[in-house]
């Protein structure tokens, strides 16, 4: 196992955050590669005086960081912020004031806000509480010199290390819970585009349904308020016809053909909706009744020569489509059933034909 599959490991608890313990992974880590590095560049004789505790705090990052797969998330937070606290108040005067050990505070804090899950005013609390803890630590241990005597140099170096370890551990623990947020924002944002999809379409054909078409009409006008509108309504002829010969699930094929050739045949522009049963609805913004019925006839006549594959056998069938334009004095519904009565006087007419 790698290291990276190391420290991405799911935890073994169940509804627990695998962010949160992979983030505090990553902190244990980057806490004992600047341990010892501040170790080394102390030397030997620091390490002399303290042996005993620096094995213990050594070996301790160890045992919380195997713990990260064992315990909760609270739990897990709780022995990370306990531990930090007991490292930076027994070292720094060890490594004395100027080393920045203190500045691993920041990363209690970023843990409290990103990683726990209750309630904010308890996360401002423990805020709180942080800050009190830096204030005595300051009181305490502020200007305290290190125990060994220590060259500029490695003063300088251990001061780079810490602040660097800092640094980075807030670049990365930020990114993790802001890519999470993003990933879960994504998921979210695409799965109501799913339901919305799914509530406004017609499941059999692809086709925009009646309740989204209805939405459509009432919106269209406030789009083109100076411009034609034309709407009409077509429905497959003796389609009773077509279920009966070759059964229901043919007539389904049937109503999806007829779908994909009206979807190519209307245009771009052109919007298209299963109205109900083998009727459907097509509205044409910006285009006036004769434009339309232009359209719509070639559309008639492309259903008519067409022959629709279904189980081996090839069935043609024709329309019946009613044309109406929008008159602008009337309302959109008074259209569509304009529309809608003229689809049935092509019906008493004879079939297979565009009546306007």
Known sequence: MGLRDLITKDVKSENESKTAMVALRVLYLTVLIAFVIDLLIAGSELFKINTVKIFGFLAAIVVLFIGTYYSKTKTALFLFMLFLFLWILEFIPCF?????LQNYFILVLMMLFFASYGRPAIKFVNAGFVLVIRIITIMLYGKMASQIEMTLLADKLMQITNISAVFLSIIFVSYMFSQKDNEEESKLMKYNDLLKKEAYTDQLTGLFNRRRAMEYIKTVREEYP?????????????FKKVNDTYGHDMGDEVLKDVAKIMVDACGKDAFLARWGGEEFLMVFPDCNGDDAYARIEDVRRTIQKTAISVGGNEIHITMTMGLAEYDFNSDLQSTIKEADDKLYTGKANGRNQVVY
Not at 96 to 100: N, P
Not at 226 to 238: E, Q, Y
């Open 226 to 238: 100076d411009k034609p509108i034309s709407i009409a309504i077509g429905d497959i002829d003796f």
């Open 96 to 100: 004395g004031w100027s080393a920045g």
